[in-house]
């Protein structure tokens, strides 16, 4: 593990009042790692072709972890000891304590420097993978920062996104303009009387139900993150679509793609559903995100726009054409099976547990809950698909499974 530190770049100018922020606030809050472990091959293999259905598993990849806060960078080098990964972010706390937890962990592959997204072609590195999560919203001109970061991605290259959803953070939103017309600040004494207050705020009130399940109000840096950010802009799903064309980004798949899909989920079951799947993609998702009201954040996978990537996971891809048949399929980690309390004619229920929204459960038949069984990485789609055709795209579709097409004749749509 090596660190360097680089000065910050953002013109040589006095630290941007973000940098200062998460030198007082680092993010997350001092973490103890626990007991993250290199993920199991099924696991990496999963994760490698949610993003690259075709592109064999390299030996090697380069990872960027930009804007890492204090144990991202940790933790994606620990779980993946075959990643070279390189992090940045402009906070010096956050470089200390990733630092110091790399330390702690005998972490041999990161590399870690003090340097701002807008400065990152400075590393002179390209990178396979870029993870960005959090953090282009906070940035003073977000484009700019995700366009440097699309310059040193490498030959197919993807990023990993995350940003801030305007709808389900409305109460943070009026929490944050409540807080600016008091001057409250992120002094301990003024946090302490903002906990004080939000104790007795209206259960009903939008923020209420943030309050009492996300963790980003367990404790106080988490809550001035949250609260007290002095730059925050949330983007809905067209807006995230036209950051990623303006910064020269194509749109991949989202991370989890059942909560925007008009067939997963308690949409399925209404009038509306077929209307909606008769829109194109990105107004589909644009719909779910009004219709579900409480989308926290957005995350998106993304490749450069430059027509050199024909991989693509987006939602429909065809397993039942000819040239699916050697494909293998493999079951998400967050996968799930439910027997009890199933309605009639079904045997299980099938669900991820990394989705947020209760409704997005796939209920299996006997025969269809038989062939999620088989799939264990090396079941080809030509044998699992004669039993139950239209289940396998369902478990794509809810995210229960992922396809490794590398070893087949490839990806047609
Ligand atoms: C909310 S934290 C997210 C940390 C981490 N990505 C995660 O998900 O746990 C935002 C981080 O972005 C960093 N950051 C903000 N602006 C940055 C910039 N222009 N360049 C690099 N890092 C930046 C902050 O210092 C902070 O550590």
Redesign the pocket.
């Known amino acids: 593990m090596t660190t360097t530190l680089r000065s910050t770049g953002l013109g040589g100018a006095a630290p941007d009042e973000?940098?200062r922020f998460?030198d007082e606030h680092?993010?997350?809050p001092p973490t103890v790692l626990g007991s993250v472990a290199p993920r199991p091959p099924l696991h990496r293999r999963a994760a490698h072709h949610l993003i690259w259905p075709r592109r064999p598993m390299p030996e090697r990849r380069r990872l960027l972890?930009?804007?890492?806060?204090t144990?991202?960078a940790v933790r994606h080098a620990l779980l993946d000891p075959d990643a070279e990964v390189v992090a940045?972010?402009?906070?010096t706390t956050?470089i200390d304590e990733s630092r110091r937890l790399a330390e702690e962990r005998g972490v041999r592959n990161l590399t870690l420097h003090r340097?701002?997204?807008?400065d990152v072609a400075d590393l002179g590195a390209d990178f396979d993978q870029i993870v960005c999560?959090?953090?282009i919203h906070?940035?003073k001109d977000p484009e700019f920062?995700l366009r440097a970061l699309r310059k040193v991605l490498a030959p197919d290259g993807a990023i990993t996104l995350m940003v801030y959803a305007p709808y389900g953070r409305a109460g943070v939103y009026l929490i944050q303009e409540y807080c600016r017309r008091l001057g409250v600040g992120t002094s301990s004494e003024d946090i302490a009387d903002l906990v004080a207050t939000l104790r007795e705020i209206p259960r009903e009130h939008p923020i209420g139900r943030l309050l009492r399940t996300t963790r980003d109000f367990s404790d106080d840096d988490a809550l001035a993150?949250a609260l007290l950010n002095p730059r925050d802009r949330a983007y809905s799903v067209p807006q995230l679509l036209g950051l990623l064309a303006d910064a020269g980004l194509r749109f991949g798949r989202w991370v989890r793609q059942a909560p925007y899909l008009p067939d997963c989920g308690s949409i399925s079951e209404t009038p509306h559903s077929r209307r909606i799947a008769d829109l194109p993609p990105a107004e589909q998702y644009a719909a779910l995100e009004l219709f579900r009201g409480t989308m926290l954040r957005h995350a998106v996978i993304a490749f450069a726009d430059d027509g050199q990537h024909p991989d693509t996971t987006a939602a429909e891809i065809d397993v039942t054409s000819a040239g699916a048949a050697e494909w293998q399929p493999i079951r998400m980690p967050t996968a799930r099976i439910i027997t009890e309390r199933i309605p009639p004619g079904f045997s299980a229920a099938l669900l991820n547990d990394a989705h947020t929204d209760p409704d997005l459960v796939l209920f299996a038949r006997p025969e269809e809950l038989a062939m999620f069984d088989r799939i264990d990485g090396r079941t080809s789609v030509a044998d699992l698909r004669a039993g139950a055709p239209d289940f396998l795209r369902r478990l794509i579709r809810h995210d229960l499974i992922v396809l490794d097409a590398s070893a087949g004749k490839g990806m047609t749509q």
């Open positions: 973000i940098e998460y680092a993010y997350p972890v930009a804007g890492c806060g144990s991202q940045i972010d402009i906070s956050a340097l701002a997204i807008e999560t959090g953090v906070h940035l920062g993150d």
